[in-house]
Nanobody, 122 residues
Framework: QVQLVESGGGLVQPGGSLRLSCVTS????????MGWYRQAPGKQREMVAS???????NSADSVKGRFTISIDNTKNTVYLQMNSVKPEDTAVYYC????????????????WGQGTQVTVSS
């Protein structure tokens, strides 16, 4: 069973910084990509940033230049460094991993974390 555990959310003032972490564990065969989505109250879930295991990264226009995604392949951990945060960044942040399991090496699936709340407010 694949599990994702997030940490690092909380309350931060506008202009401040926060770092989210997400560890993936389980009987994994291979990890292909990891990333972050977010969902604000009353809005649809949106992609924030993603990265492949090989290091190819992508991010939403709304966070470019402020948020940075990185992956530690040795720990199956994805990070989201959030700088210069704004009140509109307030949302529940969900991490995901695209991976295959040992029991089914050719089946690639997306697994999700439970979400962590980020609130930007003075």
């Amino acid at each position: 069973q694949v599990q994702l555990v997030e940490s690092g959310g909380g309350l931060v003032q506008p202009g401040g910084s926060l770092r989210l972490s997400c560890v993936t564990s389980g009987m994994l065969f291979s990890v292909y990509a990891m990333g972050w989505y977010r969902q604000a109250p009353g809005k649809q879930r949106e992609m924030v940033a993603s990265a492949t295991r090989g290091g190819v990264a992508n991010s939403a226009d709304s966070v470019k230049g402020r948020f940075t995604i990185s992956i530690d392949n040795t720990k199956n951990t994805v990070y989201l460094q959030m700088n210069s945060v704004k009140p509109e960044d307030t949302a529940v942040y969900y991490c995901y991993t695209e991976a295959s399991e040992l029991v089914s090496p050719t089946t690639r699936r997306r697994y999700w974390g439970q979400g962590t709340q980020v609130t930007v407010s003075s």
